[in-house]
């Protein structure tokens, strides 16, 4: 595949989403060709499973269900969108991708990152991101500003130990999976974080026309 895939990652209300916006602002000042999209959700059936998973009122959902969900919602993504822009040489850039998983459900929800990588496994079907980039923040101190603002979806409401655990899973992964993941620092300001972001960007980039 001649694009690039890029993966935003981190606790919720770490600024992912405000990021992922202003690089797609980015890359169209450059020309590029690119793809703005998310997860849970990205595509019609995605979106529907998003809505599922997110619900508050789903209290009896259990965590082998959610982790299904995502999975189905992942799988669904790349088949119709991500894989496709990936082979027309487009960037794509995804708020939140597998990683999310394996730390939300793999770890926060004790299903283990081996079970949790093998259903997602067979569901992106090889397609993984050429770049990752961590935003490193205090999840405790994101989510209650998260929180108070929007009031929080099913997940965001699983309290300060749940986020925690998430945290230490994704520290953990980034021990597993050192290789394309880079850090970000996102207790910045906002231009700083975009910049450390267009940076590692560049130097992939760079790399590929190398």
């Known amino acids: 595949m001649a694009g690039l895939f890029i993966a935003l ?5 770490s600024g992912k989403s405000t990021i ?6 980015y890359f169209k000042e450059k020309d590029m060709d690119y793809l703005v999209t998310r997860e849970p959700g990205g595509t019609m059936i995605g979106e529907e499973i998003r809505r599922l998973i997110l619900d508050t009122e789903n209290t009896e959902m259990g965590p082998e269900t959610e982790a299904l ?3 189905a919602s992942r799988g669904q993504h790349v088949h119709e969108k991500i894989r496709p822009a990936l082979k027309e040489g487009k960037i794509v850039l995804c708020d939140r991708f597998i990683l999310s998983s394996l730390a939300y459900q793999g ?9 949790v990588k093998a259903i997602n496994d067979f569901a992106i079907q090889d397609v993984y ?12 101190l994101t989510l209650k ?5 929007m009031g929080g979806d099913r997940l965001e409401k699983e309290g300060s130990d749940f986020h925690r655990k998430v945290y230490d899973g994704y520290m953990e992964l980034i021990k597993m ?14 231009s700083d974080v975009l910049a450390q972001s267009i940076e590692e960007i560049e130097k992939v980039l760079i790399s590929k026309e190398g």
């Open 177 to 190: 999976y050192p290789k394309n993941i880079r850090i970000i620092d996102a207790s910045k300001s906002i």
């Open 20 to 25: 992922t916006r202003l690089l797609g602002e």
């Open 129 to 140: 991101p050429d770049l990752i980039l961590f935003f490193h923040i205090d999840p405790e």
């Open 107 to 115: 770890v926060g929800r004790g299903l283990g990152i081996k079970e």
């Open 9 to 13: 990652e981190g606790p919720d209300g």
């Open 69 to 71: 969900l995502y999975a």
């Open 145 to 149: 500003r998260k929180t108070h603002r």
